[in-house]
């Protein structure tokens, strides 16, 4: 989709997001904003698999990449030419499918005689919501919700991140996939449990409210998971269980990320909680941090919702900072499948 037309005080990069399973890719604008994004998901292909086979992956975005690159190029009506620079998701994430990304990126940035920068994938899921109106500013509270992370993050400012807690165990988008699949509602399961859980009786069961009950900000999520499929064995025969289960479950999730986030909110008396990721999306965990918000006078800032889940803009975004800043990366095998936001710096 195009959203802009640049003009010659532009600084223009381009932006590719391959590590996991959505190949984004998207041209974001120093001087004036977003200007094209696209997407392509392979949640088709990984379906009937129940979950990301990482070797497929890599393969798609193989095929993807370049497409969507000729794509945001011409809905942006621009050519390589104009731009500034070449962003690209260096991890985490699963390895194969950040090379691809890399790879694509390194040899763009080479070709045109241009500067390329490797993305913090959690970075730039942290700074989506500064595509909104009216952003927020530093310092924030982040919480950051994805299949692959849940981080309480203090943000002093681009580059300067101190976790204050995160999973033990599963990511909280792992354990809604999870739950979707005891339920029988296929991959990917966030938004399918959230659908089902609206339905759902809240009186009905009760879940856990993991690692609430003592002190300190990480979260663990595999006991709800397993707590989840007892309940699922033992009512699954009983009419409406299964919206009940979700709801339970759905509750059990937003109860804790209040907690939690009333407590960093205290220890660190932020006014701004900045809440991104593809579980950012759900709107019962939004309608729970809101209401936190206005008993705490703390303001709420999400990502749209297009931008919750992987995608390319948050890349060219993040990328567009630092390279502005002059950061650069000449590597393209200098992908990281682990890597802590910690180990970041400001550009
Ligand atoms: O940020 P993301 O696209 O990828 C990672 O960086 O991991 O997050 C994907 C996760 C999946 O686990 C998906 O089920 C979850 O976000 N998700 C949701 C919703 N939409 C996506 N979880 C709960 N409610 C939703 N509406
Ligand atoms: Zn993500």
């Keep these: 989709m195009s959203i802009g037309k640049p003009n010659p005080s532009s600084f223009i990069v381009l932006g590719i997001e391959t590590s996991c399973d959505e190949t984004g890719v998207a041209l974001y604008d120093l001087a004036h ?12 292909m990984h379906r009937v698999y129940g979950g990301v086979v990482p070797e497929l992956a890599s393969r798609d975005h193989v095929r993807r990449v370049v497409p969507l690159t000729r794509a945001v190029l011409q809905a942006a009506g621009i050519t390589l030419q104009e731009l500034a620079g070449i962003a690209y998701t260096a991890g985490p994430g699963l390895i194969g499918a950040l090379l691809v990304g890399a790879g694509v990126a390194q040899g763009l940035a080479v070709g045109l005689g241009l500067p390329a920068v490797g993305v913090h994938h959690m970075e730039a899921h942290l700074l989506a919501p500064q595509l909104e109106p009216n952003p927020p500013a530093f310092p924030f509270l982040a919480l950051l919700v994805s299949g692959g992370h ?18 033990l165990d599963d990511a909280v988008g792992e354990a809604f996939d999870k739950t979707a699949k005891l339920l029988g ?7 399918a449990v959230e659908a089902l859980a609206r339905q759902g009786d809240p009186q009905r069961f009760r879940f856990p409210r993991p690692m609430t009950d003592r002190p300190g900000l990480d979260f663990s999520f595999s006991g709800l998971k397993t707590y ?35 407590r960093a909110l205290k220890l660190t008396g932020r006014a701004t909680l900045v809440v991104a990721g593809g579980v950012s999306a759900n709107r019962a965990l939004r309608a729970g941090l809101d209401a936190l918000g206005q008993a705490l006078s703390v303001r709420m800032c999400y990502p749209a919702l297009a931008f919750c889940t992987d995608n390319g803009a948050m890349v060219a975004y993040a990328g567009c900072l630092r390279l502005a800043a002059g950061a650069r990366d000449d590597s393209a095998f200098a992908v990281r499948p682990r890597w802590s936001l910690e180990d970041l710096v400001a550009p």
């Design 185 to 191: 509602l296929g991959y990917p399961g966030g938004p």
């Design 150 to 167: 849940t981080l309480l993050v203090d943000v002093e400012g681009l580059g300067r991140y101190r976790v204050l807690g995160e999973s």
């Design 33 to 44: 904003g977003l200007l094209a994004h696209e997407l392509f998901s392979q949640v088709d």
């Design 228 to 262: 989840t499929a007892t309940t699922v064995r033992a009512h699954a025969a009983e009419p409406g269980a299964g919206a009940d289960i979700a709801r339970a479950f759905s509750d059990a999730v937003v109860d804790t990320f209040v907690i939690k986030c009333r």
